[in-house]
């Protein structure tokens, strides 16, 4: 979908993202659902990384970590973030800006049942974000729980889960020849989205 004429502007953010990221998906790139999240605290700090997408439908756009990592803190002072998807190939970007809410506990576990056994044990042994002695402490932990979970599959820890973004903005940036790029900006008011141009 080209920015290009004002006619081609989806009324619909959800059904515009689709089409952007169905063919990034078709092409089966690695990593083609990352995403950079920045969030803030109550320091008002922004802090940025980047996650994967796992879900996405009407209701929100879905990732997972540890709820005690420096964004689940930041999240649970301030339940505000962005993400933003980048494109470089194609030369578009999507800004998506909304509050976030913990998925429910049959959600987290649905994804978590779903891992590979090996990232199932990264969910056990990372206290994400917290000062750690050495590599050799991960390797060492990692080497104990694969042990302990020979034969039975590990069960999702509660300090792990998933968040859902829902939107409440979405921007849609084409490259443009001599910097003329192109920009949509949709804008939920009340219960509809509104779409405007903005100047690049």
């Known amino acids: 979908m080209e920015l290009r004429n004002i006619s081609n502007i989806s009324t619909d ?19 083609y659902n990352a995403l950079a999240l920045s969030t803030a605290g109550n320091d008002g700090r922004v802090s940025s990384r980047m996650v994967l997408l796992k879900q996405y ?3 929100g756009f879905i990732f997972f970590t540890n709820y005690g990592s420096r964004k689940g803190m930041q999240l649970s002072q301030n339940p505000y973030a962005a993400l933003l998807f980048y494109w470089p190939e194609y030369g578009r970007q999507v800004r998506i800006e909304g509050r976030v809410e913990k998925v429910s506990m049959k959600e987290s ?10 990232h199932k044990l ?28 020979k034969d039975t599959p590990p069960v999702r820890p509660d300090y792990w889960g998933g968040y859902r973004l ?6 849609f ?10 920009r949509v900006e949709y804008r939920l008011e009340g219960n509809e989205w509104n779409a405007r141009r903005l100047a690049p």
């Open 13 to 31: 953010p959800f059904s515009h993202f689709s089409i952007w990221y169905d063919i990034i998906k078709e092409e089966n790139r690695e990593n």
């Open 57 to 59: 439908d009407r209701s």
């Open 109 to 118: 576990d649905d994804y978590f049942n779903s891992r590979i056994h090996g």
């Open 122 to 149: 990264n969910a056990l042994i990372s206290d994400q974000s917290k000062e750690i002695p050495d590599r050799q402490y991960l390797i060492e932990r990692y080497n104990e729980l694969s042990g302990m979970y």
């Open 166 to 171: 829902v939107p409440e903005l979405f921007e």
């Open 173 to 182: 940036w084409e490259e443009g020849k001599n910097r003329l790029h192109d």
